[in-house]
């Protein structure tokens, strides 16, 4: 093991996911922050969970956008009525703050108060919480078309900011999300997101954050995961909340990468928010409900695909989606869907090529550019992954929901 596979060691990183080239950028920069050669600084991390965090921080890529994956914020709005309040929320990694920050808009479009919830917005490098406190955001946030959301996001100068009344309901932590002590004595958040960090982990350090994560979701809580990362959750004991398109009447149809589907809003949510009275007890959550997957049409195999891997089935999904290319012919949403699987599977070779040949047969496919985006800066490939992200923008479909 050399001194940067070490280096990513001590930080519960996978080099392979993470990149060598990052991992090795980062070292350089710490030892040369400190004035240390690279045995001292190896001995730095080793006693100091701050360098760590520091140089996990600089290894990691930092990319995100608002409201990405609208599907999962329409999920959470409609599951905002049914939450006591006041609503306590978890994002890790927050990174420079677009993910809960489109959470604070959420649930004050949701109609919740600002003193009704608060965002704990966790991130191991101080960089980008330094940025993410500033509520302000550039261009490569805003993907797709973004509205004033009742002024709570307010567009200009090719960026946006946050509205100070939103900002202040996010609370920013500097924290190891894998450490023993990650939020330690604090109680089970009703929502907790972690999305984008499972994929650069180590193994031992998959383990370590899925046992935080399931002592700070609970047994109520509900959990959001990326479609990537949901069915390595699920093998970790974790289950992810429905992210699927919201039909009209508010019910959720499964969506690859989430493993549960919830009865719509109406049918386990009081008619009006419940509010705890004057020195009384706050409500007890109201209890999940959790109704049949129902059958996929016949003739949708990406349907049933989805619902195979939403299971934990993910062999299943795959070979589900090998017969229906042999019999109907290829399409970009079923080479989307096998990649989704085979990362969760961490093949990413072969995930890869499935994501090509998506976006072979459909250029603008937003889910497939997302996900090689994100490969690509996985595996150091920072000018690929530019490449891919300036193709995605010159589409204008990122922001778009598909079937």
């Given amino acids: 093991m050399n001194q940067f596979e070490r280096a990513a060691s001590l930080c519960g990183l996978d080099p392979m996911a993470v990149g060598a080239a990052n991992i090795r950028r980062a070292f350089v920069r710490g030892a040369a922050r400190l004035g240390l050669d690279a045995h001292a600084y190896l001995s730095r991390l080793d006693a100091d969970a701050g360098e760590r965090r520091l140089l996990a921080g600089e290894a990691v890529v930092q990319e995100t956008w608002l409201f990405r994956d609208p599907d999962t914020f329409a999920q959470l709005a409609g599951m905002a009525a049914a939450l006591p309040r006041p609503v306590r929320a978890l994002c890790v990694p927050c990174a420079t703050g677009e993910e809960p920050a489109s959470m604070a808009i959420t649930f004050l479009e949701a109609g919740l108060a600002p003193e ?163 020195g009384s007890a706050p409500a007890p959550p109201p209890e999940p409900v959790h109704p049949a997957v129902p059958a996929a049409p016949a003739g949708d195999p990406a349907r049933k695909a989805r619902e195979l891997a939403d299971s934990g089935d993910l062999d299943g999904a795959l070979a589900l989606i090998e017969q229906a290319v042999s019999q109907a012919g290829p399409s970009a949403q079923l080479f989307q869907l096998k990649a989704a699987a085979l990362l969760a599977k961490g093949r990413e070779d072969e995930a890869e090529e499935a994501l090509r040949r998506a976006l072979y047969l459909d250029p603008a496919h937003p889910e497939a550019l997302a996900h090689l985006e994100l490969l690509h800066r996985a595996r150091g490939r920072e000018d690929e992954a530019e490449l891919v992200a300036a193709r995605a923008r010159r589409t204008g479909r990122n922001g778009e929901s598909r079937p």
Avoid: W
């Fill in 116 to 278: 009704e919830f608060l965002i704990d917005a966790v991130d191991a490098s101080p960089e980008a919480l330094d940025k993410a406190r500033t509520g302000r955001f550039g261009p490569a946030s805003l993907r797709g078309a973004l509205k004033d959301h009742g002024g709570h996001l307010v567009v200009e100068d090719g960026g946006a900011r946050l509205s100070p009344e939103a900002l202040s309901r996010i609370r920013f932590i500097e924290a190891d999300a894998v450490g023993d002590s990650f939020l330690a004595g604090e109680p089970p958040y009703q929502v907790v997101f972690c999305r984008h960090l499972l994929i650069y982990l180590a193994p031992p350090a998959r383990l370590a954050l899925a046992r935080n994560l399931s002592r700070l979701t609970g047994a109520r809580g509900a959990f959001f995961a990326s479609p990537a990362e949901a069915g390595a959750f699920l093998s970790l004991g974790l289950t992810p909340y429905a992210s699927g398109p919201a039909t009209a009447a508010g019910t959720v149809a499964p969506a690859t990468g989430t493993a549960q589907v919830h009865a719509s809003r109406d049918a386990c949510a009081p008619a009006a928010p419940p509010r705890a009275r004057s």
